[in-house]
Nanobody, 120 residues
Framework: QVQLVESGGGLVQPGGSLRLSCAAS????????MNWYRQAPGKERELVAT????????NYVDSVKGRFTISRDNAKNTVYLQMNSLKPEDTAVYYC?????????????WGQGTQVTVSS
């Protein structure tokens, strides 16, 4: 039943902006920390941004600080990644990941990914 569906990727020029969305279903979204990862061709997957379940705390990889903003709307079961001042090195498949907290522990779920290409 758990689903994470990313959307909003595409082709954008350097310096441009893009907003990714991840729609969640099948679990209590408001109890889960949410994350955005990315993986560029030939490179390892890296954690880009994290937001706590209530949205009170966020963390970013140094390379995107000041440019990317993670946010969530628990009423809509959706997490967002606003990407500004995009650079070619931001080109990657971006994945949404949920850290679902259960009474006995935590389960991780992954979305299918959405392609972001930054090119002139």
């Amino acid at each position: 039943q758990v689903q994470l569906v990313e959307s909003g990727g595409g082709l954008v020029q350097p310096g441009g902006s893009l907003r990714l969305s991840c729609a969640a279903s099948g679990f209590t979204f408001s109890s889960a920390a949410m994350n955005w990862y990315r993986q560029a061709p030939g490179k390892e997957r890296e954690l880009v941004a994290t937001i706590t379940s209530a949205g009170g705390s966020t963390n970013y990889v140094d390379s995107v600080k000041g440019r990317f903003t993670i946010s969530r709307d628990n009423a809509k079961n959706t997490v967002y990644l606003q990407m500004n001042s995009l650079k070619p090195e931001d080109t990657a498949v971006y994945y949404c990941k949920a850290d679902r907290t259960m009474a006995w522990g935590t389960i991780g779920y992954w979305g299918q990914g959405t392609q972001v290409t930054v090119s002139s």
